[in-house]
C-alpha cells in the first residue's frame, strides 16, 4: 500500500508539472513551441541522458562538480553549461540565477528542496536513484513530453531498443554476472531493482543477485559474495584515480577468494562506475552492452 501511495504521489506530481508547464505557456499568450522549455536545469545524470537525447543541451548541470562524469557520448552533444554542483545538495542559488524555465529534479534526492526548486521554475519530480532501468526509459518519454519533443524521443528509444536487441543476439548467456561498485565504504552489489541489472536482463543475461534482497544496492561481506558465487564479477571502482580501493585487493588474500568461480574462471573486470551507475539511461545502457561484447561473453562468429 505505501509503495503504490509513494507511486500515485510520483505520477500527480509528474502530471501536475505537465499541466503547470501547458498553463504557463497559455496564460503568456504564446503558442507553438515558442512556449516549451528552452533553459533546462538537470539535478541527475539519467535526466541529462534524457534531456540530451530529446536534442536538448541543458543550461545547468548538476555534475557533482566533477564534469569528467559525463558519458563522453553526452559531453559530445553539450553545448556551454553551469555547473549547479552537487546531486545530493544542488546549489540553489546558481540555479535561479540561470533563469530555468525547467527544472528536473529526483524524486529521493530533492523532495526536502521541491518547493524551493518550484519558486524558482516549474519543476518535474521523478525517480532516479535506485530507479529500474524500464522505468527509467518510461520516465525518458515523460521528459520528451515536458520538452514538446515527443516524437523525437520516441524514435530515440524505439532505435535504442533495436540496438539492444542487436546487442543480445551478439552475448551468449550460460553464466551467471554481478556488478557491484566499490569504495573506501566497501562493497555494495546492485540488486534486482538497480539500472545496471536492468540492462543485463534486457540483454537477456543470468544475474546472481543477494537472496532475498529487493533493494537496488546491497552491501555485502566476502562470505555473502561468496554466496552469491557468479562467474563474472563486473567493478566500478569510484577510487580507481587514487589507485583504487582496497577491500579487493584484501579479499584475494582471504583463503576463501580461491574457491570464489569468478576467481577459478579469472572473470573479474573493472568497468567504469559512471556508465554502469551513474548514468542510468539510454547512453548508459548502450555503453554497457558495448563494455561486454569485448569480453568473451561475446559469441564467436
Known sequence: MQGGLKQGLRVSRVVACLLLLWVAGANIGVAGPTALPQRVVVLEYSFLDAVVAAGVSPVGIADDKKPGRILPAIRR??????????????????????????????????????????????????LSYGAEYQALLDDARVIGKALGRTAQMDAQ????QQRMSQFATRLRSDEQLLFAVVSAR?????????????????????IALPAGSQQPYVRVSLEQLAAMNPDWLFIGDYNAAQGGADILRRWQQHPLWPFLKLSRKQQLLNVDPNSWSLARGIYGAEQIAQDLLATSLARSN
Not at 528509444?157 to 535504442?160: C, E, N, R, V
Not at 566497501?186 to 537477456?204: E, I, K, N, T, Y
Open 157 to 160: 528509444l524505439a532505435a535504442h
Open 186 to 206: 566497501g562493497m555494495a552489489v546492485h540488486g534486482r531493482p538497480a539500472f545496471a541489472s536492468g540492462v543485463l536482463h534486457r540483454l537477456g543475461l543470468s
Open 77 to 126: 552533444q553539450l553545448g556551454d553549461y553551469q555547473s549547479v554542483g552537487l546531486r545530493g545538495q544542488p546549489d540553489l542559488e546558481t540555479i535561479a540565477s540561470l533563469k530555468p524555465d525547467l527544472i528536473i529534479a529526483d524524486t529521493r534526492r530533492h523532495q526536502g528542496i521541491y518547493t524551493a526548486l518550484q519558486n524558482i521554475a516549474p519543476t518535474l519530480l521523478l
